[in-house]
């Protein structure tokens, strides 16, 4: 079974920084098969990237990911207010990564 | 309103069985992969069930296979969830989610329902 490590556990930034959070597997993930969700306290998760790479509908174009092969990224630019969530990771629709906590510094 | 509204979720005992049910309202539920995926209170995601628009495919996760049955009436656009031999790790936020058409990933997500399991 392919475990997903998401590192940092949290991430610490102000506003209008840019957030940069890893997914490794521990096998090969096909880049079609790697999604991003973003949770708020007291709401289900949210989709943000599928496909390693693509937004998914509403998403702003400040979100991109990335990576292929073992090593997937998250990139939040210049973040906003509303982004300060968790943040996890997903392989195949299976396994989740444990989760990165971006929160305000 | 495209939405998922999950409901069934209770109180039982270690041992007991549970039903959840997974209401879908403003699409057809059998165009739809759909899956269970549940929170334990302050912990990460787990992924539970898959089944197939037709409900002809499904898998289950190491954690549950044998307990729990996923299943679907696409006549009542509603997806269900099983549980049996309840035990105290079970408990947790009880999510239904829709795949993403021609993708692995889930775009609809409900608000949940919780199960806890406790003598």
């Known amino acids: 079974e392919t475990v997903l490590t998401q590192s940092p556990a949290t991430l610490s930034l102000s506003p209008g920084e840019r957030a940069t959070l890893s997914c490794r597997a521990s096998q090969y993930v096909s880049s079609n098969y790697l999604t991003w969700y973003q949770q708020k306290p007291g709401q289900a998760p949210r989709l943000l990237i599928y496909a390693s790479s693509s937004r998914a509908t509403g998403v702003p174009d400040r979100f991109s990911g990335s990576g292929s092969g073992r090593d997937f990224t998250l990139t939040i630019n210049r973040l906003e207010p509303e982004d300060f969530a968790v943040y996890y990771c997903?392989?195949?629709?299976?396994?989740f990564g444990q989760g990165t906590k971006v929160q305000i510094k | 309103e495209v939405q998922l509204v999950e409901s069934g979720g209770g109180l039982r005992q270690p041992g007991g069985s549970l039903r959840l049910s997974c209401a879908a309202s403003g699409f057809t539920l059998s165009g739809y992969e759909m899956n269970w995926v549940r929170q334990s209170p302050g912990k990460g995601l787990e992924w539970l069930s898959y089944i197939s628009g037709s409900g002809k495919t499904i898998y289950y996760a190491n954690s549950v296979e044998g307990r729990f049955a996923i299943s679907r009436d696409n006549t009542d656009n509603s997806l269900y969830l099983q549980m049996n031999s309840l035990r105290a790790e079970d408990t947790a936020l009880y999510y239904c989610?829709?795949?993403?058409?021609?993708?692995?990933?889930?775009?609809?997500w409900g608000q949940g329902t919780m199960v806890t399991v406790s003598s």
């Open positions: 997903q392989q195949y629709g299976r396994t």
């Open positions: 989610a829709r795949g993403l058409y021609g993708s692995d990933a889930f775009d609809l």
